[in-house]
């Protein structure tokens, strides 16, 4: 049996350790400094109350084991890395920050195990999809990447409710864009490029966001006409948020832009995420588009109640380590999310919460189903956590 840390027993990394430790799979302890995070979860998870700047006592804590995810705050990631590379563990991350990617892969250099970060929602299972579906032609011209995690009943003027972590919602409001822009590289603005669509009927808008593309813009270099990532919410959000970052100055006052999300903006388990790629270019001499749709809704599984943003997000990055445990993807040096297969993502027993109708039967077993999804259209998806 693999031995796991998981850091941070947040609203994601606690998700992770209790679809781990549930799996039989996996002996899982969660990591966090504060005490009080550690309650409440499954007798199975062991805990340890740990400071995790403390490089020496982390390191003690990584010794020995398979492998560790972060589900900490980006700004300690690189705290983390280390200390998987000086105790020889595996290092998965659910990072979106772009910084803190960037020393991931420095880290990773030389590494006699694996370096694998950004495995969550987006980047995560965004990039998988745009891959595979850009592995479909012969000539790339536009690759769209679009995910939001909305709340089903949205109530207030921002149409939105806090459903992950609040740090990493303003940084990616706030951060440089990458992009690919006809054929040249670029960082584009936070909150620009504003677009509306429709999906199912329900009317949403798309805007400029930090760190969704993780590596596609290495990986599909020269090869693609414009590869963009935007954040989906709905109608009126982006105006609002630019008139609290730009014109009230809060861009610079990130601390106090957090404390008036957190005290004003309530937090929702009722929630949705819409998953939205499109992709065009030739194929055998024809101009072709191809687009993937799903929506994820929140519910519960054995009893756990989960959100839709928790289950998308931990699953990934289960996903992710179940893949590396058997291996099937590389055990050494930096490993990027495109390099895993999607099929192979979607037969795992974690990675079958993406599943649509359309994508066709999975096998394994039948335990592990959604047990009460909030609302859906079509099967409830499956989050096959049995061994």
Same mark, same amino acid.
């Given at each position: 049996?693999?031995?796991?840390?998981?850091?941070?027993?947040?609203?994601?990394?606690?998700?992770?350790?209790?679809?781990?430790?549930?799996?039989?799979?996996?002996?899982?302890?969660?990591?966090?400094?504060?005490?009080?995070?550690?309650?409440?979860?499954?007798?199975?998870?062991?805990?340890?109350?740990?400071?995790?700047?403390?490089?020496?006592?982390?390191?003690?804590?990584?010794?020995?084991?398979?492998?560790?995810?972060?589900?900490?705050?980006?700004?300690?990631?690189?705290?983390?890395?280390?200390?998987?590379?000086?105790?020889?563990?595996?290092?998965?991350?659910?990072?979106?920050?772009?910084?803190?990617?960037?020393?991931?892969?420095?880290?990773?250099?030389?590494?006699?195990?694996?370096?694998?970060?950004?495995?969550?929602?987006?980047?995560?299972?965004?990039?998988?999809? &745009?891959?595979?579906?850009?592995? =479909?032609? +012969? #000539?790339?011209?536009?690759?769209? %990447?679009?995910?939001? /995690? *909305?709340?089903?009943?949205?109530?207030?003027?921002?149409?939105?409710?806090?459903?992950?972590?609040?740090?990493?919602?303003?940084?990616?409001?706030?951060?440089?864009?990458? &992009?690919?822009?006809?054929?040249? =590289?670029? +960082? #584009?603005?936070?909150?620009?490029? %504003?677009?509306?669509? /429709? *999906?199912?009927?329900?009317?949403?808008?798309?805007?400029?966001?930090?760190?969704?593309?993780?590596?596609?813009?290495?990986?599909?270099?020269?090869?693609?006409?414009?590869?963009?990532?935007?954040?989906?919410?709905?109608?009126?959000?982006?105006?609002?948020?630019? %008139?609290?970052?730009?014109? *009230?100055?809060?861009?610079?006052?990130?601390?106090?832009?957090?404390?008036?999300?957190?005290?004003?903006?309530?937090?929702?388990?009722?929630?949705?995420?819409?998953?939205?790629?499109?992709?065009?270019?030739?194929?055998?001499?024809?101009?072709?588009?191809?687009?993937?749709?799903?929506?994820?809704?929140?519910?519960?599984?054995?009893?756990?109640?989960?959100?839709?943003?928790?289950?998308?997000?931990?699953?990934?990055?289960?996903?992710?380590?179940?893949?590396?445990?058997?291996?099937?993807?590389?055990?050494?040096?930096?490993?990027?999310?495109?390099?895993?297969?999607?099929?192979?993502?979607?037969?795992?027993?974690?990675?079958?919460?993406?599943?649509?109708?359309?994508?066709?039967?999975?096998?394994?077993?039948?335990?592990?189903?959604?047990?009460?999804?909030?609302?859906?259209?079509?099967?409830?998806?499956?989050?096959?956590?049995?061994?």
């Amino acid at each position: 049996m693999k031995q796991i840390v998981v850091v941070g027993a947040g609203k994601i990394g606690s998700i992770v350790a209790e679809l781990l430790a549930g799996s039989g799979d996996y002996r899982v302890t969660i990591a966090d400094r504060e005490a009080a995070r550690l309650t409440g979860l499954s007798p199975a998870i062991g805990r340890e109350a740990t400071d995790i700047g403390d490089a020496g006592a982390l390191k003690t804590l990584l010794e020995g084991r398979f492998a560790v995810i972060s589900a900490a705050p980006y700004h300690l990631t690189w705290q983390i890395a280390s200390a998987a590379k000086a105790a020889g563990a595996h290092y998965l991350d659910l990072t979106e920050d772009v910084a803190a990617t960037r020393a991931v892969r420095i880290l990773a250099e030389g590494a006699g195990t694996a370096f694998i970060p950004q495995c969550g929602l987006a980047p995560g299972f965004i990039s998988i999809v &745009a891959h595979d579906m850009a592995l =479909r032609f +012969d #000539t790339l011209h536009d690759v769209r %990447l679009r995910v939001g /995690a *909305l709340p089903v009943y949205p109530s207030n003027a921002l149409s939105y409710n806090l459903t992950w972590s609040t740090d990493g919602l303003i940084n990616e409001y706030c951060e440089p864009c990458e &992009a690919i822009v006809h054929g040249e =590289r670029r +960082d #584009t603005a936070a909150l620009e490029e %504003l677009e509306s669509f /429709a *999906l199912d009927g329900v009317a949403y808008e798309a805007f400029n966001t930090s760190g969704g593309l993780g590596s596609l813009c290495e990986t599909l270099g020269g090869r693609v006409r414009n590869l963009n990532y935007r954040t989906i919410r709905y109608p009126g959000h982006a105006a609002i948020m630019k %008139l609290l970052l730009n014109d *009230l100055g809060l861009r610079r006052r990130r601390d106090v832009l957090k404390e008036i999300l957190e005290t004003s903006i309530p937090e929702t388990a009722q929630d949705v995420v819409v998953v939205f790629v499109t992709v065009s270019g030739l194929r055998a001499g024809r101009l072709v588009q191809e687009t993937y749709a799903h929506k994820v809704y929140a519910g519960e599984v054995r009893g756990i109640a989960m959100s839709a943003i928790q289950a998308t997000t931990a699953s990934s990055v289960c996903t992710v380590l179940d893949l590396l445990a058997e291996g099937a993807i590389p055990a050494k040096g930096l490993v990027r999310q495109e390099e895993i297969a999607l099929a192979a993502f979607l037969d795992n027993r974690f990675g079958r919460v993406y599943a649509r109708p359309e994508d066709g039967p999975r096998g394994g077993p039948e335990d592990g189903l959604w047990d009460r999804p909030n609302r859906r259209t079509g099967p409830a998806p499956r989050l096959d956590a049995a061994a």
